[in-house]
């Protein structure tokens, strides 16, 4: 597994008054203020639960305030394969330089 922060976001694509997708944009986000990682090198059968476990050692893991899910994204391709890469957030920065620390390089299931 690769960890790493997180420097560009997308943006909401939702715009107020309008029922149009816009196309997602990216943003910069300041290294101090930057509560993302970015993971790959992930087993390709991952569960999001298994995901959440595994970050969830280097803090507490953001929650969507509407859903309670928490704030992780596993990406797939075109298919709907998992491409064994992922997104954190986490609640504080510390948790991004903990994980950073304790999952570069290693191995999820090893």
Known sequence: VEAKPS???PTDPKQKGEKRKADAGWFHVEEQK???????GLPPDITK?????????????MRDLQTEEPKIKL???KEGNLKGDGLCC?????????????LDEKEIRG
Do not use: H, P, W
Request: contains cysteine; hydrophobic residues 40%; glycine residues 2%.
């Open 90 to 102: 986490y609640l504080k920065r510390e948790s991004v330089e903990l994980a950073l620390k304790l």
């Open 7 to 9: 420097q560009l976001l």
């Open 75 to 77: 990406y797939k391709d």
């Open 34 to 40: 930057n509560t993302n990682v970015y993971v790959t």
């Open 49 to 61: 639960d298994e995901f959440v476990e595994v970050m969830s050692k280097c803090g507490i893991v």
